[in-house]
């Protein structure tokens, strides 16, 4: 059976959690998180073997208890609580930590993934990612920012360019390079870039979505 690693970076809403704590809704909204990623893009890999790996902080063991009895999981690594504030040198080092985890994983147990998903647990996807244009050839990236950047909160690709993605986040890493710039490191690498949806304006939108409408946040 073909497999695939679904790895999650950051802690689940943290402005919510910070200013309120952790209280039996929050529970239920990241239950209610996960069944929405089951439900959109879980379901796209059905005919695979679905692992799941975390990378957060150390809080409360009934999030890990809550991801353990939802999903597959291979492995939760967390990184320490300072730093929260500064958004791109932890979401890089929680994804260093996620590619660090899968390939140890991969080494241990010799099964190899067919492809690898990066995304965050605190997002709620609007449609199934059957509606995206995803090809399964390239690095799929939801979409490209007016800048030039890109999202950096979904990326789906097959395992041949694991290492030109592990390169990439080390050199943005130690060019103090921010995760939307991912796409550049990638192009230098001669990897293949697909952007899953085009970029559209959202006049309900405070600019937050960058223009897309794939996914809302939990906040």
Not at 110 to 116: G, I
């Amino acid at each position: 059976m073909k497999k695939v690693a679904i790895a999650y970076r950051g802690f689940f809403n943290y402005k919510k959690y910070s200013k309120e704590g952790l209280y039996q809704g929050y529970f239920s909204e990241i239950e209610n998180a996960l069944n929405n990623h089951k439900k959109m893009i879980h379901s796209y890999f059905d005919d695979y073997e679905i692992d799941c790996f975390f990378s957060t902080y150390d809080i409360d063991k009934k999030i890990e208890e809550i991801y353990k009895t939802n999903l597959e999981v291979k492995n939760i690594s967390y990184l320490r609580k300072d730093g929260w504030y500064d958004s791109w040198k932890p979401l890089l080092h929680h994804t260093q930590n996620l590619i660090n985890d899968i390939e140890e994983y991969i080494e241990r147990t010799r099964n190899q993934y067919d492809f690898l998903v990066f995304t965050r647990p605190d997002i709620l996807f609007k449609s199934h990612i059957n509606s995206f244009s995803i090809d399964t050839n390239k690095f799929n990236i939801t979409l490209e920012h007016l800048s030039g950047n890109c999202d950096d909160n979904l990326w789906i690709f097959p395992i041949k360019y694991f290492q030109s993605f592990k390169e990439s986040i080390n050199e943005l890493n130690l060019k103090n390079m921010i995760s939307h710039e991912i796409n550049y490191c990638l192009k230098k690498r001669g990897v293949s870039i697909n952007y899953m949806t085009n970029y559209a304006p959202n006049p309900e939108s405070d600019g937050s979505d960058m223009g897309h409408k794939v996914f809302s946040f939990c906040r």
